[in-house]
């Protein structure tokens, strides 16, 4: 027999079992592995709905609420690694922060700075007296405001007055960078800019049941285990759907100002802004389009004069206490509760007496006090 026709017939045989099924295609694997994937992922939602709360209340899929409050959301985790929703939440429009936002007349921007500096209740009164809405829309950890720049543009806001933290704590807020100091991997704002909304919201919800099962577990294993599999510090934060607050009473470092010392400010008091500093601020104020003010919440490297320099360059209110003397936690890097009560009080009594502010009221048919 020859080779060729030895071939042939091995071939034929070959075919016989392939046809038989005896030996199966690259295409069966090819299926059965489409097919598996499609079941784990349908297992996977399925176990995510099951675990999350119903979607009738819930703002998004595996929300975790503050004691059953679903106002707020769980917004960090650090057992494995710092991590933020937010980005994703706001980038990516996942349930309803954003549209919150965009009912707002005036949104406050800025890093964890204002999230911390300011006191919810007080805000809330001076809503309710005035008739208006105020967002906090700041981004705990980025050290420059581009992110937040394009979450604005992404979606279209326009409340009728801006107010910005014009501080350069880790960085100027008016930089282009995308300096994100606290999330990382996936949910740093560099990486959330770069794919689309629904892998926004498989993060979002992919992120919601790992903190589910990590909480459950945290909760449950020996202490040296968890020490182990979960070395963070385990700091949970909430943020507020309706006003973008977040909650922080049961920070210690917060919640317990009693033992907090005043800000030390450790800079020099001469230090201007410089002519690229109020370029790229009129450059960013462009972008977002819209009547907007100036704030400086007291931090160690407070500098009054630096903002006024701005303000001034570009026509500007501004809102800076006279000094930074607000007790903080942190060793002046964010106030604490009494700080933030305290710089509340002092910004909304400003707040009051701006042209930009007497003009909402104005549109609203409302008088200032």
């Known amino acids: 027999m020859s080779p060729t026709t030895a071939k042939s017939r091995a071939g034929m045989h070959a075919d016989?079992?392939?046809?038989?099924?005896?030996?199966?295609?690259?295409?069966?694997?090819?299926?059965?592995?489409?097919?598996?994937?499609?079941?784990?992922?349908?297992?996977?939602?399925?176990?995510?709905?099951?675990?999350?709360p119903p979607l009738s209340i819930s703002d998004h899929l595996g929300q975790i609420p503050l004691d059953d409050d679903y106002r707020l959301y769980r917004n960090y985790g650090d057992w494995m690694g710092r991590e933020i929703q937010d980005r994703d939440i706001f980038y990516h429009g996942v349930g309803q922060s954003i549209e919150n936002a965009r009912k707002a007349d005036i949104i406050l921007l800025g890093h964890s700075?204002?999230?911390?500096?300011?006191?919810?209740?007080?805000?809330?009164?001076?809503?309710?007296?005035?008739?208006?809405?105020?967002?906090?829309?700041?981004?705990?950890?980025?050290?420059?405001?581009?992110?937040?720049?394009?979450?604005?543009?992404?979606?279209n806001l326009h409340p009728k007055l801006w107010i910005v933290n014009a501080d350069d704590k880790g960085g100027n807020f008016f930089d282009v960078a995308l300096e994100d100091q606290g999330g990382s991997g996936p949910s740093s704002a560099a990486h959330v800019v770069q794919y689309g909304r629904l892998r926004g919201h498989f993060n979002v919800a992919s992120r919601n049941m790992r903190w589910r099962i990590q909480q459950y577990l945290a909760e449950r294993l020996p202490d040296d285990v968890r020490k182990c599999l979960f070395p963070g510090p385990a700091l949970q934060l909430w943020r507020n759907i309706e006003t973008g607050d977040w909650f922080l009473e049961r920070m210690p470092r917060y919640?317990?100002?009693?033992?907090?010392?005043?800000?030390?400010?450790?800079?020099?008091?001469?230090?201007?802004?410089?002519?690229?500093?109020?370029?790229?601020?009129?450059?960013?104020?462009?972008?977002?389009?819209?009547?907007?003010?100036?704030?400086?919440?007291?931090?160690?490297?407070?500098?009054?004069?630096?903002?006024?320099r701005i303000a001034e360059a570009l026509r500007l209110d501004t809102i800076i206490p006279p000094t930074a003397d607000y007790t903080s936690g942190d060793g002046g890097g964010h106030l604490d509760r009494d700080g933030a009560k305290a710089y509340t009080t002092f910004f909304?009594?400003?707040?009051?007496?701006?042209?930009?502010?007497?003009?909402?009221?104005a549109q609203k048919g409302r008088q200032p006090s």
């Open 255 to 308: 919640f317990e100002p009693q033992r907090n010392p005043p800000i030390t400010v450790t800079r020099d008091q001469q230090c201007p802004a410089t002519a690229g500093e109020i370029d790229k601020a009129r450059a960013f104020l462009q972008s977002i389009k819209g009547n907007t003010a100036l704030m400086l919440i007291p931090y160690y490297a407070f500098c009054p004069l630096r903002v006024r």
């Open 348 to 361: 909304l009594d400003q707040l009051e007496r701006l042209s930009s502010f007497r003009a909402i009221l």
């Open 113 to 155: 700075m204002v999230l911390w500096g300011f006191d919810s209740a007080k805000l809330r009164e001076f809503e309710n007296k005035f008739g208006v809405r105020i967002y906090n829309m700041g981004s705990a950890g980025d050290a420059s405001g581009e992110f937040l720049r394009r979450v604005i543009v992404r979606w």
């Open 16 to 52: 016989r079992a392939c046809s038989s099924g005896n030996v199966a295609r690259p295409t069966n694997y090819l299926a059965a592995l489409v097919g598996s994937a499609i079941l784990a992922l349908i297992g996977l939602v399925g176990f995510a709905l099951f675990i999350s």
